[in-house]
């Protein structure tokens, strides 16, 4: 699961990705809110920590950009503002959660578990006849269930996720592979031919069409 954390405080941003890597999480950073929509619309995240006060843009307005992009991501504000107005404010922005510095660790990760748990058992992804199930990691075609590695669902998944959109073999690399530096990017090849003999589909007619020269692109 990948968490963006959009906040200032260099002692507060650096204990929260160590413990939450500790846990398991890839976490990327923003220190600014004008970096954090940036950041936000490459890389999709999983869940948003979002602080209140920040450089740039201030974390409410960065919250209704955000919900402009994506309805469904869970967007959690870190704050010390704690009275109602504030916090139906911010509710009201389209944030999930809101809790109050200084927190607890133990109960920053167990609201971050309860909304992933959420997220997931409601969330199925279609893509024509495919369908794949986040909370079973299961993928369906038609009603026959196709068996995937843990990459190759990944990978189906961002795709499904940006259906209609062309992503890049970089892009692909640097979100399934999390890998941000200059890297051969034909082993995507290798595992789009394996989606693609699985899921019986051939290179032109398929739901995942290649892109020459750029990457590929899933549709309906």
């Not at 916090?87 to 990760?109: H, M, V, W």
């Not at 309860?114 to 997220?119: S, V």
């Not at 269930?145 to 990459?151: C, G, L, P």
């Not at 062309?166 to 990017?185: A, G, L, M, P, S």
Request: aromatic share 10%.
């Amino acid at each position: 699961m990948n968490i963006l954390i959009i906040e200032d405080e260099p002692g507060i941003y650096n204990f929260l990705k160590e413990g939450l890597e500790e846990e398991g999480y890839n976490i990327s950073i923003a220190s600014d809110g004008i970096k954090g929509v940036e950041k936000f619309c490459q890389m999709y995240p999983d869940l948003v920590l979002l602080d209140w006060m920040l450089p740039g843009m201030q974390g409410i307005d960065v919250c209704k950009e955000i919900r402009k992009q994506d309805k469904e991501t869970p967007i959690l504000f870190l704050t010390a503002k704690d009275t109602v107005k504030e916090t139906i404010e911010g509710l009201r922005a389209g944030a999930n959660d809101y809790i109050k510095k200084p927190f607890s660790f133990e109960e920053l990760l167990e609201r971050i578990k309860i909304h992933f748990r959420n997220r997931q058992e409601d969330e199925i992804l279609t893509l024509g006849e495919i369908s794949l199930n986040k909370s079973s990691y299961q993928v369906l075609y038609g009603e026959t269930e196709i068996s995937f590695t843990q990459r190759e669902f990944s990978l189906l998944e961002f795709l499904i996720r940006n259906k209609g959109k062309i992503c890049t073999r970089n892009e692909i690399i640097d979100k399934v592979w999390n890998i941000n530096f200059q890297y051969d990017t034909s082993v995507i090849d290798v595992f789009i031919n394996s989606l693609r003999k699985k899921l019986n589909m051939d290179k032109e007619n398929g739901y995942i069409k290649t892109v020459r020269g750029i990457g590929y692109i899933a549709n309906d």
